[in-house]
């Protein structure tokens, strides 16, 4: 096309390869975006993504799908997780173009929104989170929400020692639900400010001094969101509210939607929840919703995610193969967990 352009190497990544396009003086990278249409046709209509800006490279990126996708371990990602005594709420997203895992601690991005259209591995995203979660904390440090409207994507993990309540699949119930953990949310701060304490960390060092019990922490998961917001209105604001305040007392959320249109995932929300995971999207308007940019609905599904996080990356979205986890895993985990310790609810 004349562009002053050339690939000088390329990266082999799960699911992805990454051609890095460097340019002659006085180029713009613009000129190559522009092509990114006529480079599909000429290599036979695939689904190419292009990065103009690659963290740590001074050169671009295209993206092409590999023929054969291999699967990411959940055991491969799990291993390369840091130490449980200074990071133990650290969940990994999974590889990245490098076979890099990239991971960050539920302390320091403390909300999680997740997208993606059906068969994106949006449900084996969320379990692979759970699943890490639940294998490195104790039910004692560690209490877990499930809200799932469907009754069946968290079925497996009924009764579960680290449930703070059972499983909550009606709308009215899981407004109730926010309200309560409301409810501790302020109950913990006036703990804290009785004490002395600026967060949970804190309280919880103190804690054994003080002869008071250690808290726990709190994270909720919603499978299914927009459903949730259209058959009970008011539970945006319960949302809101801990996800604005929550953070330092321990409780975070994960938010996972299959339609993140304007209504649902509103902008309060989205700003409260740094950091967004977008799975294959029907759409650019789906795509531009939660990353704010297209790009997503180029993915190929399977857990192909593009994961925006400051945490992350500074620079724009990062492409990564999310890890694949068995239902049978999930269940002899669980079924672990059950032989050695009870379930004991909050009442």
Do not use: W
Not at 18 to 41: C, G, P
Not at 160 to 187: F, W, Y
């Amino acid at each position: 096309f004349g562009v002053g352009a050339h690939v000088e190497d390329f990266t082999i990544g799960p699911s992805v390869t990454r051609f890095n396009i460097a340019y002659d003086r006085n180029v713009s990278a613009r000129s190559v975006n522009n092509l990114v249409q006529d480079i599909q046709i000429r290599l036979g209509g695939v689904s190419a993504r292009f990065e103009s800006i690659v963290e740590g490279q001074s050169s671009s990126g295209l993206e092409i799908p590999n023929a054969s996708v291999t699967t990411v371990s959940f055991k491969d990602v799990y291993s390369d997780l840091p130490d449980v005594k200074k990071h133990p709420l650290a969940v990994a997203f999974g590889k990245n173009i490098k076979g890099e895992t990239i991971f960050a601690d539920f302390d320091e991005f403390p909300h999680i929104l997740i997208a993606g259209t059906t068969g994106s591995g949006k449900s084996i995203f969320v379990n692979s989170i759970i699943v890490t979660l639940i294998m490195r904390n104790s039910p004692d440090d560690l209490k877990l929400v499930l809200v799932d409207p469907k009754k069946v994507e968290m079925s497996r993990y009924k009764d579960m020692p680290h449930l703070l309540c059972p499983i909550i699949t009606e709308p009215q119930e899981a407004k109730e639900l926010m309200s309560k953990l409301c409810e501790e949310m302020e109950r913990r701060y006036v703990l804290f400010a009785d004490n002395g304490c600026s967060n949970i960390k804190e309280f919880n060092e103190d804690a054994p001094a003080l002869g008071l019990e250690k808290l726990p922490y709190i994270v909720i998961f919603f499978d299914e969101y927009a459903d949730i917001v259209d058959q009970c209105k008011d539970i945006s604001m319960p949302v809101v509210s801990i996800a604005q305040k929550a953070r330092a007392c321990g409780i975070h959320m994960c938010i996972a939607t299959q339609r993140p249109s304007t209504n649902v995932v509103t902008g309060v929300i989205k700003a409260n929840l740094p950091t967004h995971v977008a799975l294959m999207m029907a759409s650019y308007t789906d795509s531009n919703t939660i990353i704010g940019e297209g790009g997503a609905e180029k993915l190929i599904g399977k857990g192909d995610m593009l994961v925006q996080s400051p945490l992350v990356s500074r620079i724009g979205c990062v492409r990564l193969q999310g890890c694949f986890i068995h239902r049978q895993e999930i269940s002899r985990v669980v079924g672990y967990l059950k032989e050695h310790y009870e379930t004991v609810y909050d009442e």
